[in-house]
């Protein structure tokens, strides 16, 4: 040990790589680079492990649904049945309301705005080291057509936005991360807003904030829908956020900021769809 | 020069890193208390500074960050400095360390851990005007520093027992030279 601390003191180590961590943080900052040649090695080496993992632990969850007795799966099946009964009905009255729908829009000339995405399923691999900010990773990556700035969805709800890709990896941001913002608008009155990420208010009451809302003639009020906006640079149009949980007016009286429940379970995600396309938006 | 010891310290602690980073991001996941999970790295990097010295701890400190920020760092090099200087800090204590004794392990885990807290609120945090310490300190700090701590115990005999098993083969192949 003696002899290997004749070699190179300490204090050189130190600074050699103080300097290489804020030479990372200017090129990061500049240019945008996070890795290189890195990301693809520890692509090659933790990714696989990470998909075993999740694999493992997704099979052994299984197995404790295949632990309920008999009675429960008659009275789950009972319950589903009602259920589809119920959906069936719904979905013929939705199918006919659809198809006056269509009649209209064809009568209005209009192109079918939100079109139907195509997308891409993933399991959720891995979450972020840090219990700071709320970023994961998806077990596909750019040899599934992945590509950064596409758009993340789990059920019907947005869950955030592709920051970076591997071969056989992604890694997105969520929406409740803290860092993050998105353009909303109100679904009803097509009032844009800003919507962000807060740890504060995801961490005490399971929502994200809500400002820069002008609501002039006062119609957004709590269980108000609210989707991405058209005129965000990032993400697509229309996709379901949440729903608000209160709202109250700014002291410069002219906008509005409240909290959003989202609609994505995140504490629970394990799939995701990943929308393969990006906004165009002509820069 | 004796390299095969020395190789064979770097392997060792690479897949002993590698395997705290993926029981951190897809085994404790699973096993959250309070919507907080252990932070491995920083306990590993504590370990490897008062146990080794300065030299090593910022070394391992730096690749342990580094890992962090290529696979979930929005600014990338931030986590690598943060941890590289708590492994560089913690070597300070190494004159203090004696191997059965665990509770100045512990305690040093558990500063480092509320040091790295603070870090990331100060630059991460703060800098975005968020001003409510009280709350990140109750919500996020103490419980991620409780949870490693507990982690932590069992943690420390494997790492105590690798070093060891290591600092004998290198004291080994150094009779051998001489």
Same mark, same amino acid.
């Given at each position: 040990m003696r002899r290997r601390n004749s070699g190179i003191p300490s204090r050189f180590i130190l600074a050699f790589l103080s300097i290489l961590c804020i030479v990372f943080l200017f090129v990061n900052y500049s240019t945008?680079?996070?890795?290189?040649?890195l990301q693809t090695v520890a692509n090659y080496i933790f990714i696989p492990m990470q998909k075993g993992i999740s694999y493992i632990g997704s099979s052994v969850s299984v197995s404790s649904e295949d632990a309920k007795t008999k009675e429960e799966l008659i009275s789950e099946n009972q319950a589903l049945q009602t259920q589809v009964d119920e959906l069936t009905s719904q979905l013929t009255n939705m199918q006919l309301q659809q198809s006056e729908l269509t009649n209209l829009q064809e009568l209005y000339a209009?192109?079918?705005? $939100?079109?139907?995405y195509k997308t891409t399923g993933a399991h959720v691999i891995a979450k972020g080291t840090s219990n700071w900010f709320d970023t994961f990773t998806i077990d596909k990556g750019s040899d599934d057509g992945i590509k950064v700035d596409m758009n993340v969805i789990a059920g019907s709800g947005l869950v955030g936005i592709v920051t970076e890709v591997g071969p056989g990896y992604s890694v997105i941001k969520s929406i409740?991360?803290?860092s993050s913002a998105v353009s909303g608008?109100?679904?009803?009155?097509s009032d844009n807003c800003i919507v962000s990420g807060d740890l504060e208010s995801m961490t005490s009451s399971n929502t994200i904030l809500l400002s820069n809302l002008e609501d002039t003639e006062n119609?957004?009020?709590?269980?108000t829908s609210v989707v991405t906006s058209n005129?965000?640079?990032k993400y697509l149009p229309g996709i379901l956020i949440g729903y608000v949980t209160s709202i109250e007016a700014d002291s410069n009286g002219l906008t509005k900021s409240g909290t959003i429940t989202p609609?994505?379970?995140?504490?629970?995600?394990?799939d995701v769809l990943v929308i393969l396309e990006t906004k165009e938006t002509g820069e | 020069m004796e390299i095969k010891p020395l190789i064979l310290r770097i392997v060792s602690i690479f897949l002993l890193i590698a395997v705290c980073f993926l029981l951190q991001t897809s085994v404790f996941i699973h096993f959250e208390l309070a919507s907080v999970g252990p932070n491995l790295l920083i306990a590993l990097t504590s370990f490897f500074g008062f146990m080794r010295g300065r030299k090593e701890g910022a070394i391992i400190g730096f690749s342990c960050g580094l890992l962090n920020d290529l696979f979930f760092?929005? $600014?990338?090099g931030a986590f690598a400095l943060i941890y590289m200087l708590i492994g560089y800090l913690n070597g300070f204590f190494r004159k203090l360390f004696?191997?059965?004794?665990i509770k100045l392990p512990l305690f040093l885990v558990s500063i480092s851990d509320v040091i790295y807290g603070f870090a990331v609120y100060v630059f991460m945090f703060l800098a975005r005007s968020k001003t409510n310490v009280g709350f990140y300190v109750k919500s996020v700090i103490l419980p991620e520093m409780v949870y490693t701590l507990i982690v932590s115990f069992l943690l420390y005999f494997i790492v105590f027992k690798l070093n060891q098993w290591l600092e004998k083969k290198e004291k080994r192949s150094d009779r051998l030279v001489r």
């Open positions: 945008g680079f996070s890795g290189g040649p209009l192109d079918q705005q $939100y079109a139907d409740i991360n803290d608008m109100i679904l009803d009155t119609q957004v009020s709590s269980g005129i965000s640079n609609v994505v379970d995140f504490k629970h995600l394990q | 760092g929005s $600014y990338f004696y191997g059965d004794d």
